[in-house]
C-alpha cells in the first residue's frame, strides 16, 4: 500500500474506534441509569455489575453496533477529505474512484475478521456470564410452565414428559419409546424422573418396562435405574438468549441437536448462525455506500453527508430487523432472510455508483 492508503486507513480506523467508543459510553451509561433500580431492588454485588455484566456487555454492544459505526465512520472521514478538496485532488491526480476505495475495502476487511472471531467464539463465551447475570438480577424467576412435552432423543427413540420443574429438575409422568418402522418395540414409563448433576444421568423412579417381540409382550418393575440418555436438563430451562451463549460450532451442534428432536424454534438459532457469517459483509458493503455518498464536496459541509449516513445505516437495520422477524415466523428461509438486506443493499449501491455525482 502507497503511504495515501495508510493515511486514509489509519484515519478510518481510529474514527471507527472512536465512534465505537462514544456511542458504547453513551448507550453505557443510559443503561445503567435505567436498570439501576433493578441492581439495587435485587442486591446485585458491585463486583458483579462490573465484572460479570459490563465488561461483557461492552464488547456484546460494540458488536452489535459496528455496521451503523463503521457507516459514520466511513461516511465522517470521506466527507473530511471531500470538504478538504482532498478527493478531488486524488481523483484530478488520475487515480480512480475504484482505486480510491481500495484502502476502505482493506480496513473494512481488517474490522469484518475481527468481528466474524469475536461474534463466533468471544463475545459467546462473555455472553454466558452477562446472560446469567441478567438471569439472576434483572429478569424474574423461570418457571417451565409447558406441558405435553415430545422430544425426538435419538434417530427411533421418542421422551414424553408431562410437567417438568427446572427448580429441581424433576420430570413427571415420564414415557420413553423406541420404534422401528413404525412397530413399538419398547416402552419404559416412570411417574417420576431426576436429573443427577455429579453422576450427569437419570434417576428413574418406580418404572415399568414393556418389551414387544412380535406379539409377545414382555413387562418388567423396578424401584430405580440410572440411566444416561440424550436428554438434558438444559432442553427445559431458561431459554432467554440462549442463542447467544454459543460458539459457532456449539450453535452448529445445538441445531443438529433440535433438528433429531423435532423442535419446531430450530429458525430461531440458524438466523443467529447466519448472521454471523453476514456481519463482515454487511460491514464492506456498508463501507463502500459510505463512501459513495460522501466522495463529493458539498457547500453546506459534512453535515448532510453524516445525516445521509445515518437515515441509511438506520434504514438497513430497520429492513434487517423486519425479515428476521418474518423468517421467525417460517414465512421466509432463515438465509435468505439474513443475506437479503446484504443483497439488497450491494445493488442498491451498485445503482449509487453509476449514478451518484462525484
Given at each position: 500500500?502507497?503511504i495515501l492508503?495508510?493515511y ?5 480506523l ?6 465505537v467508543?462514544?456511542l ?15 441492581f ?5 454485588p ?7 455484566y ?15 459505526t463503521?457507516?459514520?465512520?466511513t ?9 478538504r478538496?482532498e478527493?478531488?485532488?486524488m ?5 480512480s474512484f475504484?482505486?480510491?476505495m481500495v484502502?476502505y475495502?482493506v480496513g473494512?476487511?481488517?474490522?469484518g ?5 469475536l ?8 455472553n ?9 438480577y434483572?429478569?424474574d424467576p423461570?418457571?417451565n410452565d409447558s406441558r405435553?412435552?415430545?422430544?425426538k432423543i ?5 421422551v414424553y ?11 413427571y409422568?415420564f414415557?420413553?419409546?423406541?420404534i ?11 411417574q ?9 444421568k437419570?434417576l428413574i ?8 417381540d412380535?406379539?409377545?409382550e ?10 444416561l440418555?440424550n436428554?438434558r436438563?438444559?432442553m427445559?430451562g ?14 452448529e451442534?445445538?441445531i443438529?441437536e ?12 440458524q438466523i443467529?448462525?447466519?448472521?454471523r457469517f ?6 464492506i ?6 463512501v459513495?455518498?460522501?466522495a ?5 459541509g459534512?453535515g ?5 449516513g ?11 430487523i423486519?425479515s ?8 421466509i428461509?432463515?438465509m435468505?432472510?439474513v443475506?437479503l438486506?446484504n ?16
Open positions: 500500500m502507497k492508503d495508510l486514509i486507513l489509519k484515519k478510518f481510529s474514527t471507527f474506534l472512536f465512534v467508543l462514544i458504547v459510553a453513551i448507550i453505557v451509561v443510559i443503561d445503567f441509569t435505567e436498570k439501576n433500580d433493578d439495587i431492588k435485587r442486591k446485585a458491585t463486583e458483579a455489575i462490573i465484572y460479570d459490563y465488561l461483557n456487555f461492552i464488547p456484546y454492544l460494540a458488536n452489535l453496533l459496528s455496521p451503523i463503521v457507516f459514520i465512520a461516511v465522517f472521514v470521506t466527507a473530511q477529505l471531500a470538504s478538496t478527493v478531488i485532488a481523483l484530478s491526480s488520475g487515480m475504484i482505486r480510491f484502502p475495502v473494512s476487511i481488517i474490522i475478521i475481527v468481528i466474524f472471531l461474534s463466533g467464539w468471544v463475545i459467546p463465551n462473555s454466558k456470564v452477562r446472560i446469567d447475570f441478567e438471569r439472576k434483572l429478569k423461570y418457571y405435553d412435552m415430545h422430544k435419538a434417530p427411533n427413540t421418542y414428559l408431562r410437567t417438568y420443574d427446572v427448580s429441581n429438575d424433576v420430570g409422568q414415557t420413553m419409546e423406541k422401528v418402522d413404525t412397530k413399538l418395540l419398547e416402552k419404559l414409563e416412570s417420576r424422573i431426576e436429573w443427577k448433576p455429579k453422576q450427569e437419570w423412579r418406580n418404572y415399568k418396562l414393556r418389551t414387544f412380535g406379539m409377545k414382555t413387562i418388567s418393575y423396578g424401584d430405580t435405574l440410572d440411566t440418555i436428554l436438563p438444559e427445559f431458561n431459554n432467554y438468549l440462549l442463542y447467544e451463549t454459543f460458539t459457532l460450532n456449539e450453535l451442534a445445538f443438529s433440535l433438528r433429531e428432536s423435532g423442535a419446531d424454534n430450530v429458525a430461531i438459532y443467529e448462525k447466519y448472521l453476514t456481519s463482515p459483509f454487511a460491514i458493503i456498508l463501507t463502500l455506500i459510505g459513495i455518498v460522501s463529493r464536496k458539498s457547500r453546506g459534512v448532510f453527508q453524516i445525516a445521509f445515518f437515515v441509511l445505516a438506520f434504514v438497513y437495520i430497520l429492513f434487517f423486519m428476521r422477524a418474518i423468517a421467525q415466523t417460517g414465512s428461509d432463515p435468505l432472510a443475506w438486506p443483497f439488497i443493499f450491494a445493488a442498491v449501491g451498485l445503482v449509487m455508483y453509476h449514478t451518484v455525482p462525484r
